[in-house]
């Protein structure tokens, strides 16, 4: 029975959570898995329920935090090296930078026979100096050349990683696209729907404009504020906006909101013109709440919330960055290129103006993106590539 020993950066509400927890629980029985991962940081919130939902025990690294600290990372090798020389896998699978360094490497000196990673992400552009980037891709060609894999989330992201960055082999590179049991978003629709609408006192006609995940420069949330407030006033349409997450940047958020004469608020039945919520572990009823879901972000993976936004029927309008436009539906949303934010503006408002006719493309669209990323796809093309790398 081969044994996986799957790392990820932390235990924070998110999709690589979901995606772990299911390749976890669902690749074939013939596999023995330990699940293993830092704590969710302050502003975040746990997602440990997830795993422990599906009967998994994964267990905590308390020292594997997402800054670069070179006392807690020390701390966090030698913790994953001692799980190594306990546990004895035949595969270990990291997920996402911070657990693929540390991670690889304790795996590397540890001899593992096959050491995988996935970049759900990667930091490459938009976080960093030219420098410090320049000593991260660096970092990621010597961990490449460690591994037996990499898997990239879609097509966009193993070109920039292969050929643009120039971290990983093309040949080494394997597209596996993300998986998830996605059924909850297509169940009870209306139900929760009425449940959200009455929770923020929604009118009828009145459509509710979101955006989902961590409050972060990143994700540029500035821009979803700069969009509405375009809306506002470029329609008669009533809208309320709502910022669902928490992190970093919320304070300057407000602030912001407050240097435009925004109205916003954190009480669920405020009539104010942004809604912050916080996190919200039921995303399938924020998702029926919702009428168009946005995402602003300067860079992305292959950003959840847009796959289930897209399963949920509701019509996106994002930022064409990472592998978005692989995952994006030509009838279920508007792109616009990084930099374009009169694009992004101008898309937004075309979406509340024809809402009717995008809404029902969406919800056409949304049964061929289920199938696209389900979890039984995801598992069965993990344990094929586990099983090639193994027999070599």
Same mark, same amino acid.
């Given at each position: 029975?081969?044994?996986?020993?799957?790392?990820?950066?932390?235990?924070?509400?998110?999709?690589?959570?979901?995606?772990?927890?299911?390749?976890?629980?669902?690749?074939?029985?013939?596999?023995?898995?330990?699940?293993?991962?830092?704590?969710?940081?302050?502003?975040?919130? /746990? =997602?440990?329920?997830?795993?422990? *939902?599906?009967?998994? &025990?994964?267990?905590?690294? +308390? %020292?594997? @935090?997402?800054?670069?600290?070179?006392?807690?990372?020390?701390?966090?090798?030698?913790?994953?090296?001692?799980?190594?020389?306990?546990?004895?896998?035949?595969?270990?699978?990291?997920?996402?930078?911070?657990?693929?360094?540390?991670?690889?490497?304790?795996?590397?000196?540890?001899?593992?026979?096959?050491?995988?990673?996935?970049?759900?992400?990667?930091?490459?552009?938009?976080?960093?100096?030219?420098?410090?980037?320049?000593?991260?891709?660096?970092?990621?060609?010597?961990?490449?050349?460690? /591994? =037996?894999?990499?898997?990239?989330? *879609?097509?966009?992201? &193993?070109?920039?990683?292969? +050929? %643009?960055? @120039?971290?990983?082999?093309?040949?080494?590179?394997?597209?596996?696209?993300?998986?998830?049991?996605?059924?909850?978003?297509?169940?009870?629709?209306?139900?929760?729907?009425?449940?959200?609408?009455?929770?923020?006192?929604?009118?009828?006609?009145?459509?509710?404009?979101?955006?989902?995940?961590?409050?972060?420069?990143?994700?540029?949330?500035?821009?979803?504020?700069?969009?509405?407030?375009?809306?506002?006033?470029?329609?008669?349409?009533?809208?309320?906006?709502?910022?669902?997450?928490?992190?970093?940047?919320?304070?300057?958020?407000?602030?912001?909101?407050?240097?435009?004469?925004?109205?916003?608020?954190?009480?669920?039945?405020?009539?104010?013109?942004?809604?912050?919520?916080?996190?919200?572990?039921?995303?399938?009823?924020?998702?029926?709440?919702?009428?168009?879901?946005?995402?602003?972000?300067?860079?992305?993976?292959?950003?959840?919330?847009?796959?289930?936004?897209?399963?949920?029927?509701?019509?996106?309008?994002?930022?064409?960055?990472?592998?978005?436009?692989?995952?994006?539906?030509?009838?279920?949303?508007?792109?616009?290129?990084?930099?374009?934010?009169?694009?992004?503006?101008?898309?937004?408002?075309?979406?509340?103006?024809?809402?009717?006719?995008?809404?029902?493309?969406?919800?056409?669209?949304?049964?061929?993106?289920?199938?696209?990323?389900?979890?039984?796809?995801?598992?069965?093309?993990?344990?094929?590539?586990?099983?090639?790398?193994?027999?070599?």
């Amino acid at each position: 029975m081969p044994k996986v020993l799957r790392i990820i950066n932390r235990f924070n509400l998110g999709g690589i959570t979901y995606n772990v927890s299911y390749l976890s629980k669902y690749l074939p029985n013939e596999y023995e898995t330990l699940l293993i991962g830092g704590p969710e940081e302050e502003g975040e919130e /746990s =997602s440990l329920y997830i795993p422990e *939902s599906l009967g998994l &025990k994964p267990q905590v690294i +308390k %020292e594997l @935090k997402r800054s670069l600290n070179p006392l807690s990372d020390y701390y966090a090798y030698k913790k994953i090296k001692k799980i190594i020389k306990e546990f004895k896998p035949d595969i270990v699978h990291t997920h996402a930078s911070k657990a693929g360094a540390i991670g690889r490497l304790a795996a590397h000196h540890c001899k593992v026979p096959v050491i995988v990673h996935t970049f759900h992400g990667h930091v490459f552009k938009g976080y960093f100096s030219g420098f410090k980037t320049s000593v991260f891709k660096n970092i990621e060609r010597y961990l490449s050349r460690k /591994s =037996s894999a990499i898997v990239a989330i *879609s097509a966009i992201q &193993k070109k920039e990683l292969s +050929k %643009e960055h @120039k971290v990983c082999h093309e040949t080494k590179t394997h597209i596996i696209k993300l998986g998830f049991d996605l059924n909850r978003f297509k169940e009870n629709k209306e139900e929760k729907r009425n449940f959200f609408r009455s929770k923020y006192s929604l009118g009828n006609g009145e459509l509710a404009i979101g955006i989902i995940g961590r409050l972060a420069p990143i994700k540029n949330h500035y821009l979803f504020i700069d969009a509405v407030e375009h809306v506002l006033k470029n329609t008669t349409t009533k809208i309320k906006a709502f910022i669902i997450g928490g992190g970093e940047t919320e304070n300057d958020l407000i602030a912001y909101l407050d240097s435009k004469s925004l109205t916003h608020s954190k009480n669920p039945l405020s009539e104010s013109q942004f809604i912050f919520t916080g996190w919200i572990k039921e995303v399938d009823v924020a998702l029926a709440g919702l009428d168009i879901v946005c995402l602003t972000s300067k860079n992305e993976g292959t950003p959840v919330s847009i796959i289930e936004a897209q399963v949920a029927g509701k019509f996106v309008v994002t930022t064409n960055v990472g592998g978005i436009k692989d995952i994006l539906h030509s009838e279920c949303g508007f792109l616009s290129d990084l930099g374009e934010d009169n694009t992004y503006k101008t898309n937004l408002l075309n979406a509340v103006t024809n809402f009717t006719t995008i809404s029902k493309n969406a919800n056409a669209a949304s049964e061929s993106v289920l199938k696209e990323f389900s979890f039984t796809r995801l598992c069965h093309e993990m344990d094929n590539l586990y099983k090639s790398i193994l027999k070599n």
